[in-house]
């Protein structure tokens, strides 16, 4: 890989991150993730609490990044129709004729705005679009332009109204990011931009969507020995209960990794390589990806909910093992 392939690389990711930071505070990591996401091609599922930014992080991304943008609510009683279209009947002039109505999935920065208030009917509406980047309806495939990038939102705090995403749907996001509660001196730059005497901020386009996938072919392009390629299958393998050497892991753990975490920690490791203006992945890169990739991905089982064992607990362990 050339060097000036790098640095551009390096340039324009920085200059969207920092525009995107005029408006995001306090959520560096959060943003710098979810910009790898998109640069990768994956999805993200994000979780907090309300109030904490997760919708204007996805506006503010779509006016930097100058992409289309949709906006979708999840509720009890949306429908699959209301997110991926409809076919309507209408008078050509000759007859009646029908055509298909695209709905918000066509677009290329998708908010699922608390996805975990859509019934699992409404929800399996975006597992062809996450997974494939095409939508089928009836006997007719439409493809979804690229970039296509879903971020979706779920609310931890609420049970009443809500519904657990199944396992399969999970999978097809590439990381999950946790939204924490900001800190006093945060919480208070939060307040001075928003409530105080200050001018609206100007965000400005500083990337297209040629950029974006140019960024996307360099990532698959980054350099990965083969030793980095063992660590990411060790790691997938040790979240298994049948397969690790861990007494933790057989004591708290159900089932473990998908092949797809697997996938999702080595892209995760390139784009950190590459921001850092690295030409190779590193063990530290794909550590660092390993929690945002098999959080959502390792199902705990009922003692550890009730010992208070996290998903990352796991991985931290996973992790002290395999290093």
Known sequence: MEENMILNFKGKFESVLKEVKKQIIGQDEVVTNTLIGIICSGNILMEGAPGLGKTLLIKTLSKVLDLPFSR???????????????????????????SFEKGPIFSSLILADEINRGTPKTQSALLQAMAEKSITVGKNTYMLEEPFFVLATQNPIEM????????AQLDRFMFKLNI?????????????????DNEELNIEKKAGK?????????????????RVKEKAVEITLETHPEKTGSDIVREYVKWGSSPRGTQSMILGAKAKALIEGRYNVSLEDLYYSAYLSLRHRICLNFRAMSDGMTADHIIEEVLKKVK
Do not use: S, W
């Open 72 to 98: 979708i609510q999840f509720t009890p009683d949306l429908m699959p129709m209301d997110i991926i279209g409809t076919e309507i009947i209408k008078n050509n002039g000759n007859g009646m004729d029908i």
């Open 210 to 226: 040629d950029d974006v996938l140019q960024m996307k072919e360099v990532v698959r392009h980054v350099a990965l020995c083969q």
């Open 180 to 196: 924490d509660m900001p800190d006093e001196k945060v919480l208070m730059d939060i307040v001075n931009l928003t409530v105080g």
């Open 160 to 167: 009443e109204g809500t519904y657990l995403l199944p396992e």
